[in-house]
């Protein structure tokens, strides 16, 4: 692993935090996964910025959404369009840990067990 950023919330941003993580997995090969509601619900402007901060890699991204009292957890492969839509498949995220190796696991968000809105 290479960069573990502070979970961050941009100014006026109701959505949530976003969580940047990246590892190096060979010469000029980077994967970055995105975690939190921040990352989930805008994908096409931030994965142009991150892969512009390493030009000179291949930079694939996966994106994890911790579970909630709203919607169960998952992990995703993120592949931007020439549109500049991104396009979202689910994958087990015990194939993205396999690749990246134990820390995936060890620096993820939590899941959140709370009762949510009106919960006692």
């Given amino acids: ?32 996964v995105l975690s939190g509601k921040g990352a989930e619900y805008h994908p096409e402007t931030l994965l142009p910025l991150l892969r512009a901060e390493y030009p000179d890699d291949t930079v694939e991204f996966f994106f994890h959404r911790p579970m909630d009292w709203m919607a169960l957890g998952y992990y995703a492969e993120l592949t931007s369009n020439d549109d500049g839509t991104v396009t979202v498949t689910h994958i087990a995220g015990d194939a993205l840990a396999a690749r990246l190796g134990p820390s995936l696991y060890a620096t993820e968000d939590p899941d959140d067990h709370s009762a949510g809105y009106g919960g006692a």
């Fill in 1 to 32: 692993m290479v960069r573990d950023e502070e979970p961050w919330q941009s100014v006026g941003d109701w959505n949530g935090y976003a969580h940047v993580r990246v590892w190096r997995v060979d010469l000029g090969h980077v994967v970055v």
